[in-house]
């Protein structure tokens, strides 16, 4: 039975030791500072991580709200190497060296002033007789006020790293502890005999928190949809990684399922899996101009239509069609601005047939407003002949925009022709 509490612990984790021994590690490659190097706090390069940031520095989160506070832990990392030569020959009872970090914020009320120490010891044999089978690596600090953890990383002279066990057991022990098997350590750095160690810290020396009522705004950056629109056309224009084909007029065009699901409810529903044009990845337009399908195509991928002026009609029918109220939108103020007395009554005919209000209701009043050149036209007689329910509208329309134009050729004062227009009118109801 052992008599120490290193014994014990040392017997009960050998057969780990071994295991981990035989585990390959990498190296990871990192620059070091040379023994007992003193590093100043905050040097631009000379530490690691130093997160010793000014108040200025802290900004407030970017979720909206009334007030808001930040609290910073502030932290120092630092590594230092150590390198032994002939470690196998060495005889001592431990080997130590120091590392001095000053400049830190850490009050240490020690005779170095505001540094911290921390203290290295290398035990080549363990300190015991009981435990002379392993080599102990050990670190503590000159004040028992600094917060921090530390690591050993123990490398050859090729820079591969050997396993180290950290010291978990339940003894209060003066710094932090690992230790390996001698003899596993030893064979690691032959033949060089050379051993590094290397001792990586984090050291947390305060909190800074910052706290404000002012309101602070999301700050989301403006999106980009111009470019988005033009990597869409390209790929459309381009025909990359096209998988479905839509032929309009005996024309291919080649385009993505993806894009036409997405933007349109009819080409969702055909390319549902069950459809036929799924399975053959294609489908036929008979009665689509292949320019209007082309232009159509060109507002799925960017929701542009620059040739929309020269074939608003053809455009307006095709939204309605595949139902994009963007493209039909865009088409119905075209049309609105184009009203003339020749196409008016076309322009309403067309607009009831493809539900267009606004074309429909800017269309009546432009009737209304011209009733008396417009009855005259070969539109009128056509919309009396196929579409009395709208010529009734247009009726209404000049009615309540006018009440007494409808009487008026009762009036003594009426001239003949103004009362033949409106008898005309009044038949064609």
């Known amino acids: 039975m052992y008599t120490s509490w290193f014994g014990r612990l040392f017997v009960c984790n050998v057969r780990l ?38 108040m200025a520095d802290i900004v407030g989160p970017l979720r909206p709200s009334d007030s808001w506070s930040t609290t910073e832990v502030r932290s120092l990392q630092h590594s230092h190497v150590w390198t032994i030569r002939g470690f196998s020959q060495c005889e001592c009872r431990y080997l130590e060296t120091s590392v001095k970090i000053k400049e830190t914020p850490i009050p240490t009320n020690t ?40 690591k050993f990383s123990v490398y050859n002279a090729k820079n591969e790293e050997a ?22 350590l030893v064979s690691h750095i032959q033949p060089q005999d050379e051993l590094q160690l290397v001792l990586s810290l984090t050291i947390t020396f305060d909190t800074v928190t910052k706290s404000s009522q002012n309101p602070r705004q999301c700050s989301v950056p403006d999106a980009r949809p111009a470019e988005i629109a033009r990597d869409l056309e390209a790929i459309y224009k381009e ?56 232009e159509l195509l060109l507002y799925m991928y960017t929701g542009r239509s620059p040739n929309l002026s020269n074939m608003a009609l053809d455009l307006l029918a095709a939204a309605d069609r595949f139902q994009l109220p963007g493209l039909k939108e ?81 009036s003594p004062s009426s001239s003949a022709e103004p009362a033949t227009k409106r008898a005309r009118l009044s038949g064609g109801v």
């Open 163 to 184: 396993p180290t066990t950290v010291y978990t057991g339940t003894q209060q022990l003066h710094g932090y502890f690992e230790y390996i098997r001698r003899d596993v």
């Open 17 to 54: 030791a071994l295991f981990m021994s035989t585990c390959p590690f990498s190296f990871y490659q990192r620059f070091f500072k040379t023994t007992g190097e003193e590093v100043d706090f905050g040097a631009g390069g000379e530490e690691e991580g130093s997160s010793g940031r000014g």
């Open 239 to 294: 025909g990359r990684l096209a998988d479905f084909t839509i032929v309009a007029s005996g024309r291919e065009l080649p385009a993505h399922q993806i894009i036409l699901s997405a933007r349109s409810p009819v080409f969702a529903a055909m390319l549902e899996p069950h459809t036929e044009e799924a399975k053959n990845s294609r489908v036929v337009f008979p009665d689509i101009d292949f320019e209007v399908m082309q």
């Open 330 to 410: 865009m088409a119905d103020q075209v049309l609105r601005t184009g009203l003339i007395v020749e196409s008016a009554c076309r322009y309403l005919v067309f607009a009831d047939m493809h539900n267009a209000r606004e074309l429909k209701s800017d269309a009546i009043k432009f009737i209304a407003q011209n009733s008396s050149s417009i009855i005259t036209t070969d539109g009128w007689t056509e919309l009396v002949k196929e579409h009395p329910a709208l010529v009734t509208e247009v009726v209404a329309a000049i009615s309540s925009s006018d009440p007494r134009s409808l009487s008026a050729s009762s």
């Open 111 to 150: 005779l170095d002033g505001n540094h911290l120490t921390f203290r290295i010891r290398l035990h080549p044999q363990g300190n015991k007789e009981s435990n002379k089978d392993f080599s102990f690596f050990q670190v503590f600090c000159n004040t028992n006020s600094a917060k921090y953890r530390a």
